[in-house]
């Protein structure tokens, strides 16, 4: 699905792929709405009097739409028949750093 811009209207936000659905390429789907409610949790402790829907849109916005476009483009990729033996070699003569970046940049949690 092509990502909305805006996840909340008044006393209502969306989290998980009712923001920002993904492809099960990555496995991230779940991953990422368990993330929304964990920050969404801690915007709303820190400011228990105020609405917290725009600042919790502009913290998590980037993160999930890369992995939301990760996912995508992992599907595509996996799914070029005529292509197997060029991107197997391609992935397999990939340095581990930028494959051990690319994992940390979607598995690590930020600080708010």
């Known amino acids: ?3 909305i811009k805006k996840w ?4 209502i936000c969306l989290i998980g792929d ?12 779940g991953t990422q ?6 920050y969404l949790g801690l915007l709303i402790q820190k400011n228990p009097n105020i609405t ?11 993160r999930v739409n890369n992995i939301v476009f990760q996912s995508w483009y992992t599907g595509k990729i996996a799914h070029i028949s005529w292509f197997t033996k060029t991107r197997n070699f391609i992935f397999r003569s990939l340095p581990k750093q930028l494959i051990d970046k690319n994992m940390h940049s979607v598995y690590e949690l ?3």
Do not use: C, S, W
């Not at 909340?8 to 006393?11: A, E, F, I, T």
């Not at 009712?18 to 789907?29: I, L, S, V």
């Not at 917290?52 to 980037?62: D, G, W």
């Open 33 to 38: 709405a368990i993330e929304d409610a964990y």
């Open 110 to 112: 930020k600080e708010l």
């Open 52 to 62: 917290v829907f725009e600042a919790f849109q502009k913290t998590r916005y980037k």
């Open 8 to 11: 909340h209207k008044n006393n």
């Open 1 to 3: 699905m092509k990502p």
């Open 18 to 29: 009712a923001a920002h659905a993904t492809k099960p390429n990555m496995g991230q789907g």
